[in-house]
């Protein structure tokens, strides 16, 4: 078949579901508009064209990560991914893998779409990720797909952190502490173990990766220092954001009101 051409010959009984998966990520955003004034009323109503268009995004970005990253834990015990990191496949992590490939196709379209505005960064993130996920259908890397999945967890305090700030709660106690879970899960999840799983999945591919061509294993190489890289800068960025909200004065009172 042509996902056996394209060498995705596991990717055959997943890639209506992909193209389903991305189509209902649109929908999720050309509706969350609708939702979201129901739910929030003026607070919502207020927002410019361009703030209800990102909140939409936000939306399907919080719905992809709270999904995916629940679904994501199984995977790290799946007997035939933990014989074979580099080369095992497993029916339910490809199910898992279809949602994320689904959302990172849109977030391709998204994120091209508003390049000026968005920047390059997003583009190179949302191409790097879809092109890793949708390559485990080869198979290759279902075992450390996983590891990358849970940089999402962070995405979710992310997300809520803005949501904060479009809803005039800036600087508010709440904000605060989810500030702090977001650093903390983020220097966690993306920067130590995303460095880590990093690392251990190369020194699988340099000792084990015979079925790994070079260009593929560049490939590789290059889109996950793109992700590694840019997940350094955000938090460079997102720090100097937090200390912008929370001068220390506001931090040490609120400790001591907790």
Known sequence: GLCALVGLPKLAPYWPALLGLAGFFQLLRLSSNTLSSLVFGAKFDKLSVRQKYDWGIRVVSQVHALVVVVLAVPIFFKEELLRDTLYGFNDY?????????????????????????????????????????????????????????????????????????????????????????????????????GTYMSFMLFNDLKTQGTQTSAVLYYFYRIANHSILGLSYYWFYLMIAAVKKRFPAKVVENAKKVA
């Open 93 to 193: 992590t490809a199910w898992v893998y279809t949602i994320v490939c689904g959302y990172f196709l849109w977030d391709i379209f998204v994120s091209v779409s508003d390049v000026k505005r968005m920047g390059v960064g997003f583009v190179v993130h949302a191409v790097g990720s879809f092109g890793v996920y949708i390559l485990s259908f080869r198979p290759s890397l279902q075992y450390y797909g996983a590891s990358f999945i849970m940089f999402e967890a962070s995405t979710i305090f992310l997300n809520i952190n803005w949501w904060l700030d479009k809803l005039g709660m800036t600087g508010s106690r709440l904000q605060l502490y989810n500030a702090s879970v977001l650093l903390f899960l983020y220097f966690t999840v993306r920067i130590v173990f």
